[in-house]
């Protein structure tokens, strides 16, 4: 079992940044994989983005690419998501998720965290 708890969202204006956490507790960190997703409202939830478990792999949607970046610190078991040049179409609760590979599909996460919101104002 694991336990996530994103934090840093916030309101911020078009063209700024934020950054992510998500804290991981329970089994070993470093065993899974991490991903971040986001539901914007009335949208399904989407992927955003994943880690490989050493950090050194990561994919992420066409959407955000260039402008996202997630990492990771094993040793504080956590995962962070850095958000550059934001739009107001970011807008979303972004959720982390852990799972045992980098996928896009959310059926490939077992555990997730409560989500956190950003919004973006134009």
């Known amino acids: 079992q694991v336990q996530l708890v994103e934090s840093g969202g916030g309101l911020v204006q078009a063209g700024g940044s934020l950054r992510l956490s998500c804290a991981a507790s329970?089994?070993?960190?470093?065993?899974?994989?991490m991903g971040w997703f986001r539901q914007a409202p009335g949208k399904e939830r989407m992927f955003v983005g994943a880690i490989g478990r050493s950090g050194a792999t990561t994919s992420y949607a066409d959407s955000v690419k260039g402008r996202f970046t997630i990492s990771r610190d094993n040793a504080k078991t956590t995962v962070y998501l850095q958000m550059n040049t934001l739009k107001p179409d970011d807008t979303a609760v972004y959720y982390c998720?852990?799972?045992?590979?980098?996928?896009?599909?959310?059926?490939?996460?077992?555990?997730w965290g409560q989500g956190t919101q950003v919004t973006v104002s134009s």
């Open positions: 329970g089994r070993t960190f470093s065993v899974y994989a």
């Open positions: 998720a852990a799972g045992f590979g980098i996928a896009t599909s959310e059926r490939s996460y077992d555990y």
